[in-house]
């Protein structure tokens, strides 16, 4: 049971290329979420998705899409790269039950340059 | 609408003394909230949650903390630090009962630092 992992773990990327952040869970959690890291603003939310084929914007989504073709896999693009996009991304899966308490995981991170 | 407001940023102690690290919430809902841990390098790792039960709330590692609902507040407490507990923490609030998606709302974080 590896939980929830992300690839590639660290990237670096010239203004205007595209790549995109796979993340994968075995938990069969319904929901995942993308988030971005940068310092002293805590974790902000991109996009989300609460089941197979759907996804919804976070606090964050602009410069972003995803995709959620498997329930279990979880992708983030970025169709043309800049330096605000410098940050650490982390992916999170929850149950998404009723009543549920909520609780998310976290993958281990994406480190992403942008020169 | 929900927020989160780690009130201190740093915070240093000495090895074996009481950590405390104060969070304040606000939430349209009644809420879950949580603390996360981060060490260096590493991805977040769950420390405790509070889900309506019991409102002072043990979790790993020796830390507690306490919901109170007239303070809307989660404070994180240790009563004796470890070098291995320097890291930052984040408090964490989201909507009770998998509303609005489960989404997560994060504190800005505080970093701890342990000195010998």
């Known amino acids: 049971n590896a939980g929830v992992t992300q690839t590639p773990k660290f990237r670096v990327l010239k203004t205007g290329q595209s790549m995109t952040l796979l993340c994968a869970q075995d938990m069969n959690h319904e929901y995942m979420y993308w988030y971005r890291q940068d310092p002293g603003m805590g974790l902000r939310l991109i996009h989300y998705s609460v089941g197979e084929g759907t996804t919804a914007k976070g606090e964050v989504p602009d410069g972003y899409n995803v995709s959620r073709l498997k329930k279990q896999n979880f992708l983030l693009g970025l169709e043309s790269a800049a330096p605000s996009q410098t940050s650490v991304y982390f992916c999170?899966?929850?149950?998404?039950?009723?009543?549920?308490?909520?609780?998310?995981?976290f993958g281990p991170g994406t480190r992403l340059t942008v020169l | 609408a929900q927020s989160v407001t780690q009130l201190d940023s740093h915070v240093s102690v000495s090895e074996g003394t009481p950590v405390l690290l104060r969070c304040n919430y606000s939430?349209?809902?009644?809420?879950?909230l949580f603390w996360y841990v981060q060490h260096p390098n590493k991805g977040l790792q769950l420390l405790l949650k509070?889900?309506?039960?019991?409102?002072l709330v043990k979790g790993i590692n020796g830390f507690e903390a306490e919901f109170k609902k007239s303070e809307t507040s989660f404070h994180l407490t240790k009563p004796s630090a470890h070098m291995s507990d320097a890291a930052e923490y984040f408090c964490v609030v989201s909507p009770w009962g998998g509303a609005a998606g489960n989404k997560l709302t994060f504190g800005g974080g505080t970093r701890v630092l342990v000195k010998p």
């Open positions: 999170a899966s929850s149950d998404g039950t009723s009543g549920s308490y909520n609780e998310q995981f």
């Open positions: 509070y889900t309506s039960a019991a409102t």
């Open positions: 939430s349209s809902y009644s809420p879950s």
